[in-house]
């Protein structure tokens, strides 16, 4: 059986950061993409950053870069959203997917398993 535990969210002020968590088990670590997206009140969901974990490669949205920093542990099947200088407008739901096959890396179509989201709320 698939899951995907995302864990790490809360509040933190702008500038601070967080690192979010997405513990995965029931499939092929090698062969699968790690995502992440979020979703805010009233707004779509929208791609952050993607993983490749057979090799690493990172994928990063534009209104992220710089700032966030995907990561995996491949001995703990676990994928890391380090977060840094978060502002008011990364406040949101946080979800974890997963795929085998890529539509596109920060594309919400076509991800075969979601996480329960995490929330992050970014204010003073």
């Known amino acids: 059986q698939v899951q995907l535990v995302e864990s790490g969210g809360g509040k933190v002020q702008p500038g601070g950061s967080l690192t979010l968590s997405c513990a995965a088990s029931g499939f092929t670590w090698d062969d699968y993409y790690i995502g992440w997206f979020r979703q805010a009140p009233g707004d779509e969901r929208e791609g952050v950053s993607t993983?490749?974990?057979?090799?690493?490669?990172?994928y990063y949205a534009d209104y992220v870069k710089g700032r966030f920093t995907l990561s995996r542990d491949y001995a703990k099947k676990t994928v890391y959203l380090q977060m840094n200088n978060l502002k008011s407008e990364d406040t949101a739901v946080y979800f974890c997917?997963?795929?085998?096959?890529?539509?596109?890396?920060?594309?919400?179509?076509?991800?075969?398993?979601w996480g329960q989201g995490t929330q992050v709320t970014v204010s003073s």
């Open positions: 997917a997963a795929t085998q096959s890529l539509i596109g890396p920060l594309y919400d179509e076509g991800w075969h398993y």
């Open positions: 993983i490749r974990n057979g090799d690493g490669r990172t």
